[in-house]
């Protein structure tokens, strides 16, 4: 099972249990086997058939709708906790074992998940996730599919889910009929790494009239009159992407992220998760105390014995 796996760490850090991970400047990692959970990377999407002009197909009765991504935030932050907010991808090696891990990771104390959509070409994502899409895709995990198995499994979570998901397979299954499909699935949230600010407005609409949060990316790349408008924009939190380039381990983050972080913090109170090449203890310390949200992604391919992926999410502290 490729898996991929973000923890978000509030500034409190006291709020840490003596022996968690974070708390200590240990990274959890694992080996990247098949069959086996795969820790550290973003999303990917699945490509489906456009819907039919003028109509959406439906997924029957909605999920219930709990918290919303921000007030999931909010509640986090008002309890004085550290976010715990994991990621992994769908359908890879199934879409059950997709279910069970949602299950199990609520169970662990997650405050948002993020589930990755696969897509046939993640243009954002490196060598890791790009396998796990094409596992995916190969075993059946369509759009459809993923909706379907969210509708089933959502009512029976604490937290929100976010969708992290390619724009095109948005665009080939009609941006409404999306949105409406990922609302009756109970999703809560969506990110869409190739969607730029300027062209996201139309999507955004349909987002609204969903109940959708859409979580905005920015980079150190990104002028700093755009950041300021990405920033306001953005709802749930705000994702700063760290590095210029795919998903994947890193020797060290941009230099740039700290004087970055500054600068949001200077135009919102939102969160802000840093994501994209944040694989080791020291790359936590480097930005944990400056930020209001971490957002971890372990890339590491050695340094863990494999283990069966239940055995695996449990070796985690919850926050």
């Known amino acids: 099972m490729a898996f991929a796996l973000k923890a978000s760490l509030f500034v409190s850090s006291s709020a840490l249990p003596l022996n968690h991970p974070m708390r200590r400047g240990q990274a959890a990692v694992a080996v990247p086997t098949p069959g086996r959970p795969v820790v550290g990377a973003v ?10 002009a ?27 906790k550290t976010a715990f907010i994991p990621y992994i991808n769908a359908g890879d090696p199934d879409l059950a074992t997709t279910a069970e891990a949602l ?48 509708k089933e499994v959502t009512p029976e979570l604490s937290c929100p889910v976010v969708i992290f ?38 999507f955004r609409k349909k987002a609204i009239k969903n109940n959708l949060e859409l979580i905005l990316l920015t980079t150190p790349a990104t002028p700093s009159e755009r950041m300021k408008e990405i920033t306001k924009a953005s709802e749930g939190f705000v994702y700063l992407v760290s590095v210029v380039g795919v998903t994947g381990a890193r020797a060290t983050i941009n230099p740039r992220v700290k004087d970055l972080l500054q600068e949001i913090r200077q135009v919102t109170n939102k969160a802000v998760a ?3 090449g944040i694989s080791t203890p020291e790359h936590v310390s480097q ?27 449990k070796k985690i502290p919850p926050p």
């Open 54 to 80: 003028g109509r959406c197909a439906s997924l029957s009765a909605a999920g219930e709708r709990g918290l919303s991504v921000a007030e999931a935030m909010s509640r986090v932050r008002a309890n004085g």
């Open 103 to 150: 299950r199990l990771l609520d169970s662990l104390g997650a405050d948002v998940i993020e589930l990755g959509l696969p897509f046939s070409d993640p243009s954002a994502d490196g060598p890791v996730i790009q396998a796990s899409a094409a596992r995916a895709l190969a075993a059946g995990a369509t759009t459809d599919a993923v909706m379907s198995m969210l």
């Open 287 to 313: 930005t944990k105390n400056n930020i209001v949200r971490l957002l971890n992604g372990f890339t590491k391919s050695k340094g863990l014995h494999p283990l069966p992926w239940q055995a695996f999410l």
């Open 274 to 276: 840093v994501g994209f």
């Open 165 to 202: 998901s390619y724009f095109n397979p948005i665009v080939r299954r009609g941006t409404g009929c999306f949105a409406a499909a990922a609302e009756e699935a109970g999703v809560k949230g969506i990110i869409i790494p190739d969607l730029p600010y300027e062209e996201m407005h139309a």
């Open 43 to 52: 999303a990917v999407a699945a490509v489906t058939a456009p819907a039919p």
